[in-house]
Every structure is written in structure tokens, then in C-alpha cells.
T-cell receptor, first 113, second 114 residues
Framework: KAGVTQTPRYLIKTRGQQVTLSCSPI?????VSWYQQTPGQGLQFLFE???????NKGNFPGRFSGRQFSNSRSEMNVSTLELGDSALYLC????????????FGPGTRLTVT | QQQVKQSPQSLIVQKGGISIINCAYE??????FPWYQQFPGKGPALLIA?????SEKKEGRFTISFNKSAKQFSLHIMDSQPGDSATYFC?????????????FGEGTQLTVNP
């Protein structure tokens, strides 16, 4: 069974621009979570989606948003990019809402210049 | 508020030795405690996990020890190998009633020397 896929793998953007990242969960998994990983803050939860509904949201500004489609694929969007948004953005999928086991994709490395 | 504290930040072990990484949590509502292994350029991979109704779980060379009263849990890697060199993260979640949100520790960079 294929793992979690994320596209693109690498991205360079300029301050003020916006970006959209994509995640395809493991086949059959219906819940998708997003995390930001930085050297300074570590791994931080952004949000979780299940059945196209945001289930949970972390402590991030409104510039960070996401959505989930009927096929469970998910996208996250960051508007008005700041230098501090440079990070590895990780998507994790789990079987259903509230499932304990989460499986991560390889991440999208975003660099903001 | 940092709810999961992990130590040490870095660890160097000789091949064949035992690697021990510790975590402490604050929120007693947590009921699932996984460990993740991350290699450079990769996403975290689920290694082993434990629920608070058991005190120890072993899978191959990896063992989680859990102390509910002390709100602490640890990862033991027996017979450590150079291929185990990676960053290890402990995490905790509240499971079913509030989604799958994971709260991570700061990470431990493990180096196993040959």
C-alpha cells in the first residue's frame, strides 16, 4: 500500500506571496493532519480534517488554512508568507477520526526569501 | 505551553550499547504515547506506541517503559546499531474524543558510533 504523498517536495517563495501544499493520504485513510516542523519550535500541530470538516486547529494565525476533499486528499494554504514560515510541512494520515496511529509523509520543504 | 518534555537533546552511544530517551508529560488526559524516528530528509516514522494501561511494551530491540504515576515514559533501544542514528520524538495524544492531535517532545538526536 502506498504511503502518504506530498507535493511539491520543495518550494521557494517570496515574502508576501501565498502557497498551497497538497497531501494524499494512505488509501482508505480518511483523516488528515498537518504539522509544521522547524529547528526552533519543533513539531507543531496545525490542523486536522475528517470528512471534509476541520476537526482540530492548532495555535497558528489565520493565514494558515486548509481543506479536505471528498476523496480525503487535503491541501493547506499559507497566505501573505513571512520569513518565519520557512519550515518542513508534514502531512499525516490516519484511518478515521480519532484514530491513534498517524503515518507521516515526507513533507514539503518551504523556503521563504 | 510545552506539554511533553524530552531529554536528552542529543545522545552518543557505542554500537551494541543501550540508548535511553526520556519523556515527561503534564496533561493526564493523554492516553496514547507513540515514538517516532526521523531520518534526514524524511518524515517521522511511527516506531512503537503504548497506552497507559500497560507499563512496558517491547517490539524487537525497542522497548517503551511507562510510569503513569510519575507521568513519564522512555524509549530503550537495545543493541544499538549505526543504522539507528536518527532523531527520535516522543509524542502524546488524547485519542478518540478530541481527534488525533499529537503533541511532540523536542526531539533527541541519536548517534551510534561503529
Amino acid at each position: 500500500k502506498a504511503g502518504v504523498t506530498q507535493t511539491p517536495r520543495y518550494l521557494i517563495k517570496t515574502r508576501g506571496q501565498q502557497v498551497t501544499l497538497s497531501c494524499s493520504p494512505i488509501s482508505g485513510h480518511r483523516s488528515v493532519s498537518w504539522y509544521q516542523q522547524t529547528p526552533g519550535q519543533g513539531l507543531q500541530f496545525l490542523f486536522e480534517y475528517f470528512s471534509e470538516t476541520q476537526r482540530n486547529k492548532g495555535n497558528f494565525p489565520g493565514r494558515f488554512s486548509g481543506r479536505q476533499f471528498s476523496n480525503s486528499r487535503s491541501e493547506m494554504n499559507v497566505s501573505t508568507l513571512e520569513l518565519g514560515d520557512s519550515a518542513l510541512y508534514l502531512c499525516a494520515s490516519s484511518l478515521r477520526d480519532g484514530s491513534y496511529e498517524q503515518y507521516f509523509g515526507p513533507g514539503t520543504r518551504l523556503t521563504v526569501t | 505551553q510545552q506539554q511533553v518534555k524530552q531529554s536528552p537533546q542529543s545522545l552518543i552511544v557505542q554500537k551494541g550499547g543501550i540508548s535511553i530517551i526520556n519523556c515527561a508529560y503534564e496533561n493526564t488526559a493523554f492516553d496514547y504515547f507513540p515514538w517516532y524516528q526521523q531520518f534526514p530528509g524524511k518524515g517521522p516514522a511511527l516506531l512503537i506506541a503504548i497506552r497507559p494501561d500497560v507499563s512496558e511494551k517491547k517490539e524487537g530491540r525497542f522497548t517503551i517503559s511507562f510510569n503513569k504515576s510519575a507521568k513519564q515514559f522512555s524509549l530503550h533501544i537495545m543493541d544499538s546499531q549505526p543504522g539507528d542514528s536518527a532523531t527520535y520524538f516522543c509524542a502524546a495524544s488524547r485519542g478518540e474524543t478530541s481527534g488525533s492531535r499529537l503533541t511532540f517532545g523536542e526531539g533527541t538526536q541519536l548517534t551510534v558510533n561503529p
